[in-house]
């Protein structure tokens, strides 16, 4: 797996997808087989019982969700929760785990 992360707006669909892939390798839902796994963020807004076990080795691409306003509302502070567990999950089962900057690419493991 290759988990890849970083703000909205960052650039990080357009970094996986200099990884030699195109926008026909993209999926938005699960289950799938395709390469690239985009918007995991709206995944456990959906499913709030997702899990690392639910997510296939693939790239997998997720907004940071942890790192502006805490959300006054319970709901919307339990989503960031459980994203964010989520992706320590993935993070420590990934080969490799990148964050994405202003369209650069750096390296976290």
């Not at 929760?81 to 993935?90: F, P, V």
């Amino acid at each position: 797996m290759h988990l890849i992360i970083g703000g909205k707006g960052q650039g990080k669909l357009r970094y996986a997808l200099s990884l030699g892939f195109t926008q026909e390798d993209v999926a938005r839902s699960l289950p799938t087989n395709k390469p690239i796994l985009y918007g995991l963020q709206t995944l456990t807004r959906e499913d709030p019982a997702l899990t690392a076990a639910d997510i296939p080795d693939c790239i997998v691409i997720c907004d940071e969700l942890g790192c502006g306003v805490v959300p006054m509302g319970y709901e919307d502070r339990a989503w960031r929760e459980r994203t964010g567990r989520l992706l320590c999950d993935l993070a420590a089962k990934a080969a490799r785990v990148d964050r994405v900057f202003c369209g650069i690419p750096m390296r976290l493991k």
